[in-house]
């Protein structure tokens, strides 16, 4: 039977390890990140692929740097046929790469090349697509460069947030997996080598890029906002505090105020300018140090005539 190593770590990745599992694969080790401090509390948490992997009795080993000799023979001495990746979070060293006799291979989050990097998902709402999808590829050193196994295209809906999308996808990805392992195993797999003039990418989300630039239209706003939804959170501020903005709404309500300017209060949140001058109304926010509200709830506790003409997005962030 086939020795297969799982890498995988955050939710994305439990579908698939489950799929394995259930399927009746021979996962013999899981690798995974060291638990981590989350919360306000800091408590020492493990990541949702170890809880899976020991419900199901797989060992489980977390390097925190799998690039270093001393951690990565533990993998080797699990002497695997073929490594599969979901999400793992680091680099696999070459010397990994070129152990299994069927290869390592990754369920990735988008149709490469588009979309290569740790935030695809993000960025395929962000840039406004209408579809996005799964590729299961052979892996190489290059980040996400490897030739194509198989793809299947997953639809983006209009009101679809990372959260939605990232179930949709880890489902899909674990499915197109299993229509895929056989292929692998018995050597029929087919190989598409990616286009290169034809690759974007979708690098890891920094700080600076969850801020709402209220220049922007409307629609890249409204992108921008549920791109970042639920984690990390697009913020803006407003009376030199920040808030973070969870969800918007399009308006067709035409303003030349300048961008950032909220110009009327409704009884479900605060209409904002944009650059484009066609406003944008917040709906759903979490002020500094407050739970995430409705628009609603966060007006009922304010002072609606004094947010009217009050500009967001300051210099205090």
Known sequence: MTRIVFMGTPDFSVPVLNGLVENGYDVVGVVTQPDRPVGRKRELTPPPVKVAAEKHGIPVYQPEKIRLKEQLQPVLDMKPDLVVTAAFGQILPKELLDTPSLGCINVHASLLPELRGGAPIHYSIIQGKDKTGITIMYMVEKLDAGDIITQVEVPIEERDHVGSLH???????????????????????????????????????????????????????????????????????????????????????????????????????????????????????????????????????????????????????
């Open 167 to 317: 179930d949709k996808l880890s489902v899909a990805g674990a499915q197109l997996l299993l229509e895929t392992l056989p292929t692998i195993i018995n050597g029929t797999s087919t190989r598409t080598v990616q286009e290169e003039e034809h690759v974007t990418f979708a690098y890891n989300i920094k700080r600076e890029q969850e801020k709402i630039d209220w220049n922007k239209t409307g629609e890249e706003i409204y992108n921008h906002v549920r791109g970042l939804n639920p984690w990390p959170v697009a913020f803006t501020t407003l009376q030199g505090k920040v808030i973070k903005v969870w969800w918007t709404e399009k308006t067709k309500l035409e303003t030349n105020s300048t961008p950032g300017t909220i110009v009327a209060v409704e009884k479900d949140g605060f209409v904002v300018a944009t650059g484009n001058h066609i406003a944008i109304k917040v709906t759903e926010l979490q002020p500094s140090g407050k739970k995430k509200m409705s628009g609603e709830d966060f007006l009922r506790g304010s002072n609606k005539e004094d947010l009217v003409g009050t500009t967001l997005g300051g210099t205090n962030e």
